[in-house]
């Protein structure tokens, strides 16, 4: 039982994490809520029977456990950030590609343009942490 509710609110702390860098307050919220009640019932089992190693084990492997399915489920959700870096110093590629970027703007918000300093010539660098609206 302390296993699998280890995994249940470790798992359940990404989605609130995501869910606030992406300003969805209130899910953050209703989730940490549940999070935390789970994290309490489960610590009242541990702390009752501190000569239980078991429990100890379960505790950790929980969170451990936890940790992995939480990452996997970010990434079947597809709601994290990705980075993207175009850096080129062939002006025909830069403008192929800047204009590509241009068009996934109607899909993802978070672009930057940001123009950086090689040596003597200046190379655009397109970048920014893009986050999916659809």
Same mark, same amino acid.
Request: hydrophobic content about 50%; overall charge negative.
């Given at each position: ?19 606030? =860098?992406? %300003?969805?307050?209130? &899910?953050?919220?209703?989730? $940490? ?6 994290? /309490? !019932? ?35 959700? =597809?709601? %994290?950030?990705?980075? &993207?870096?175009?850096?080129? $110093? ?6 192929? /590609? !800047? ?36």
């Amino acid at each position: 039982m302390i296993f699998i509710a280890r995994i249940c609110d470790v798992s359940m702390e990404t989605i609130p994490v995501i869910s606030i =860098s992406r %300003g969805i307050k209130y &899910l953050a919220a209703v989730i $940490a809520f549940f999070e935390i009640v789970i994290w /309490l !019932l489960t610590m009242e089992v541990v702390m009752n029977d501190l000569s239980n190693v078991a429990n100890f084990l379960a505790f950790a492997f929980g969170f451990a456990m936890g940790t992995y399915i939480g990452l996997v489920i970010e990434e079947k959700l =597809s709601i %994290g950030m990705v980075i &993207l870096r175009i850096i080129t $110093a062939e002006e025909s590629r830069r403008d192929h /590609l !800047l204009h590509a970027v241009r068009e996934l703007r109607h899909y993802f918000s978070g672009c930057q343009r940001i123009t950086r300093e090689c040596q003597d010539d200046p190379v655009p660098c397109q970048q920014g942490g893009y986050t999916q609206d659809h």
